[in-house]
Structures are given as structure tokens and as C-alpha cells.
């Protein structure tokens, strides 16, 4: 079984666009959602309502603006996190603010892409990072 | 005119204490003589019937600067000014008429050393039967007395007419001087202040730091003026600012202390209003910085839906549909995208006014050169000529210039897209002393009873079917060039060319600039 692409995105919308994007893709990588910085804390220290996920994402697609705990505090924290430490993690957002942006690279994000409004650079977006985390990219040794 | 021409000194001849003054009526002639030469204050005495100098003694030639053998038989007329003389003679006929001392405190004469000041005392001199047969005036010479005195009285108006409340008190603190404005500011009037110690001003907590600066004073330390509080005859607590000098006599001992003392209440009112007006902006800055983040989040997902979705219905629906239906959902999807770029234009325009201006050297002529540069390598097809003057180097924000730059500069390739031979120039251009820039091109133009209309936001001249634009562009452009304390404005022809001019709020240059 191959690992999962954590998508973390609570705009239904947003989220409806991505599966679409990367199915175009062709990834064989199985997505799992979730719709809130909670949540995605939850699964990737495998608890609360996911406390039988059995394997690490390969790769964490995180939003911003999350409710409950937003998503730099999601990054905050799986950073910190002995287990999650060195997961690939692609901040996905609207926002080009360039605060967002040094906070982002700061706390330890791997890259940064701004979601586009027109659709088709969206789904060559998200085929080139798929490209290049799933395939391209060497897996840190712990999350193999 | 020297004073001690043929006076010879009466001292030499006689000695008053060796000779019997008493009985020899020689020698005491000379005694008394000798007493009225050495008389340190002018000595005269005139007849009464002509008022012509009869005597004149040793310190009036001094005084004077005449000697007495040009003096003695004449009258005054002879030699003062006929205003002065007439003065004197008046008071020489009272004198002898009413047979009293009349005393002037203050006259004003002129003599050969300029105009000394007086204090004259006339008496008449009586014969046997009461008769007035001289006039006798001793006269004290009080100018350097009376300087000191106008000098004395023209500091106490000063300080009497000062707004500052200026006391003065000893060196322990009892009030001894108290102005007009400390009456103001304080309440108390002189006869209450004076007198009394200085702890009736300082609140009970306050007036500690009086110590320390007498110390400092007294060591030769200049003590810049402090805020205070100090406490008024109604109990208000004023906030003040001190300045405390040392008093000191003409021996140079300190006598006491001078303090000016402002009321600074308004000063400081007017210091809580500008720093509570700083932290209102700062407020709405920081507000405006959160709406912008909000809308940089929260506009584009909609627009990102709506061009998604239109695409996913052409994908997943395109058989069912006709021709008109996939141009309508192109039309769809095109508006979302122009909205995007609007959002975005609308977030630049409000960062530039947001964002702090960092100076540095700036060259336009590189910034022209790089931004046409990307231009030509995203349209390799295109054939434009470009002219860039040397010595495009000013002072300003180096993101910001560059932004007004790639603005004007795509502007004039966009609007030169039709030209077959389209040229593009920059340089820099003399306006009212100042140095302008300009970015001129020979293509599409604008009629110019519509420039006002250039720099609006949302403005546009041409049609989006000529030129595709947001029209947020120039805003943004004005926008940056006001913040360097500089403005825009355009020349164009329809059809022939438009030159856009900018300044950045130089000082006024006296070089003579390159070209036009």
C-alpha cells in the first residue's frame, strides 16, 4: 500500500478542485482529507478519531486559514514532533502575503506554492509537485 | 578741551594743618579754597544779577571739559545749547526769587565728554539784608548711577512683564522676588509669596530634585531645564517645566537662587494627542494590513471555484454541449481571471501605501533596461527600438521605483503592440528646476481631454478589445511617486505617441541635465 497525500483544506470547493487536479495526475498515491487544523493534528499523531492510522503520510498538502488550529500552528507542531519532524510539508494557499510566506519557511515548511484562480495552471501545478514529492523526491529514512 | 590748563594745585601751597587757619585771614582764605578744589562734586556759583560764573571749582572743569578761565564772567548762554540755557536760568531765577534749595534729581547736560546726567542743588547766596547776591550749585555728576538704574528698571520690566513665572528666593529657600506671571500661573500675589518658603508651591511627594541641582549649580554644572509639578494657591497640581540660576553680588558670592518656571500643561496635552493619534494609526494600519490578508485569502477561493468548476463542466459535459454553451463558460472562466488580476492590482496599489520606503541609489535607466529586456524575451517577435539617456540615477524605495518603472515601460510596448517600427525612450528632462523622467513611446496615444482621468483607479482610455489592462496600474504608479514626494503627468497625441513624466521630489537641481 502505498503512502497517503495528506491534504489538510477546509473550503469543500478547494477541496473538490484538488482530488480533481490530482487525479488528472494520475498519482496512485490514495488521499486522505481533512477539514480542520485539529483533525490533522489527530491523524498525524495517529489520534483521536485516527488512532488506527497505520502509516505516516508521504506528503502533507496544508492550507492556511484552517478552523480550530490554523495552519501554521499544524506546521508548528508536527515540526516539533519527534515522528513527523522531517515530513514533507507543501503550504498550499491563497494568500502571497509575504508574512505568511517567512512565517511558512520558517517554522520549517519544505515549499511554498500559491493556488492560481485558473484551473488548468491549478491542475499543472499540483502535477508538477506531485512529480516531484512523489516520485522524484528521496523519502526520509524514518518515514519509509 | 582739557580741564586742568592754569589750575595750579592749591594743595601745594599751603598746608591747612601747619598754617593757623583760624587767624590768619590769608591762610584761611586759601584753606577754604582748597576745600572747595577738592570738592570731588562741581562746584559754581554765579552773580544774581547776570547769572555769569563768578567761581568754578576743579571737578566742574572735569565734568564740563572746560577750563575755568572760559568759563568765569560768562553765562550759561555762552556755552550751551539755548534750550539748556534757558533751562538753567529758570531755575536760577526760582532759586533766587524764592530764596529756597531747588533741587533737580535728574538734568541732562551736554558737555565736551557727551551727555552726562546730574543731581544739581541750587541755594542762594544772601546778603545782610536778604538780598540774593549769588546763586551756588553743587552738582553731582550721577550718570554712571542712572545708567545702572535705566539698566535695573528695564530687566524688571522684563520680568515683570513676562508671561514665565521668574521668582527668586535665598539660599534656604525663602521666597524673596515674585513676578506677574508666577502671580498667573500660581496664584498667589507677591505680598502672599514673598516671604514664605518654597515648599508652599511643590506638592507633598515632589520638589526632591531642588537639592541635587544647587550642588551641580554651585560647581560650575549647567543644569538644563526639568519637568515638574508644582502645586498652585487652589490646590491644582500644575505640570511645569524649572530652569534654576544661581544669584550671585558684585563680590561674586552666591546670594541666592532664580528659578523661570513654565507651565507646560498644554505642551503636554498637545504630546498625549499626537501619541494617541500615532497609536490610532498604527491601529488602523494594522487593521488595514488584516483586511488585506483577508482579502488575498478569502476573494481568490471563489474565483478559483468558479473558474475550476466552469473548466470541470467542459471537461465532464462537453458533449451535451453546443458551441454558445462552451463560449459562455469561456466567458465564465475569462471574468474570474480578470478578477483575479484586479484583487491583485487592488493589494499592490494598498501595500505600496502600506509598506515603509527604504532609500537607496536608484537607476532608472537599468530598471528600463531590464523590464524592456523581459519584455522582448516574452515576445521574441516583436521589433522595438530602445533609447535609455545615461545618469538615470536618483535616491528612492529600489521595489517600488522598479514597479513605477516596469509600469510605464509595459505600458509603452503594450500601446506600441501595433507600430511597425516602434520606439521607446527614457530619460530625463528639466521641469521648473527639478529633474523629470520620462518614458516616451510612438504608439497608440490618448486624447488628452482625458488625461485628468489617466490616474484614476479602475480608469481606462481604451477598450479592452485594443488593450487588455486592469486599469489599476497607473494608480498604484501615482500612488508610489507621491510617496516619494513626487507627481505624474502625461503629453500624448492620438495616434502619434504619449510621453509620461515623472519627479521624485528632488531638491532643486542646479546641473544642467542631459537632453531636452
Redesign the interface.
Known sequence: MLPAILLVED?P??E??TL?ALKKSNFANPVVVVRDGAEALDYLFAKGAHAAREKLPQLVLLD??LPKIDGLEVLKALRADERTKLLPVVIL?????E?DLIQGYSLGANSYVR??????D?VEAVRQLGMYWLVLNEIPPNLR | MTADKGVKDPTSEVSPAKADVDVDPVHAARFLDAIIENIPDMIFVKDAERLAFKKFNRAGEKLLGVARAELLGKNDFDFFPEEQARFFQEKDRNTLIGKALVEMEEEPIETANGRRWLHTKKVPVLDESGTPIYLLGISEDITERKQEEDARRRLAALVDSSSDGILSMTMDHVITTWNNGAQALFGYTAAEAIGKPVSLLLPPEHGGELFGIVERLKRGESVPSYEAVRRASDGRDLDVSVSTFLIHNKKGEIIGLSKIVRDITELKRAEAAATKARDEAQTANRELEAFSYSVAHDLRAPLRAIDGFSQALLEDCGDVLNEEGKQHLDRVRKSAQHMAELIDALLALSRVTRSELVQTTVDIGALARESLNLLQQTNPLREVEVKIQEGLVVSGDARLLGAVVENLVSNAWKFTAKRAHALIEIGSTSEAGTRAFYVRDNGAGFDMSYAAKLFGVFQRLHSAAEFEGTGVGLATVQRILRRHGGYIWAEALPNVGATFYFTLGEATSTQDQKGS
Open positions: 473550503n470547493n478547494d473538490a478542485l480533481r492556511l486559514k494557499t491563497s494568500s502571497l502575503e508574512q493556488k492560481p484562480v485558473n484551473f488548468a491549478f
